[in-house]
């Protein structure tokens, strides 16, 4: 199961049932989505995992370094960052978090042979491709891309919608497998109404899977600096053409 070569989702999950809760506000959280042991190994993979890349927003550009390398920055260096980063993340699209990327390509996810890549290529296997279009109700979903993240305190994404020219993005997904989060320490999914407020506030959790449309505004709220832990995901998109 290490490279999820045989992985099969929750067989209890049926996607023509969880359709119905889809339709309404195009969005909705399936609890148990993996077998635990599948996704407690992920977990692991990505708990012990050395190439985290912290990547930053800030103007149009996207600036990225090595995790542990941000970890060994002087205190007063860091604190200047922090600064500089929160001061433009009071407007406009600003992100900071933590990424494993995952190449799109076939052959590349199956040479990099490691649980990440192999859960990728699992949610783009014909067996995924046919539940999504099931649950969703889109015949057009052809592949399905992914990364994996990490909020620690500090960390956040603001608003925005996923709706990228050329990508060819259909739906979201966010797969958590985030153990004891409490809610006040930040980290949140949320999703904005037509006013702009607060229509649902999604906690982390472990092994759920959240799956929505795109063009809904939504946001990682700022994780506290007493967070305990790290908020730990799988995150992509459902495309409709091939990469």
Known sequence: MGSFGNLSPNPTLDPVRLS???AGARRIR??????AASAASLLSHLTEAHDWQ???????RVFETPSEQLAAMAEAERRALDAAIFREAAHGFRFRYDTIRVPDGAEERRRAATPLAGFAQFMSSPQMLGFFRALTGNPEIRFVDAQAT???AGDFLTRHDD???GKHRSHAFVLGLTRGWRPEWGGLLLFNDASGGVAQA???AFN????????QPHSVSYVAPYAEGSRISITGWLRTELP
């Open 20 to 22: 119905a809760e889809f």
């Open 163 to 165: 709706l990228v020219g």
């Open 208 to 215: 759920t899977l959240d799956l929505f449309a795109i063009g």
């Open 54 to 60: 912290h990547v930053i927003k800030g103007g149009e």
């Open 202 to 204: 999604m906690t982390p």
């Open 150 to 152: 990490r909020y620690r």
């Open 30 to 35: 399936i609890a148990d989505f993996l077998p």
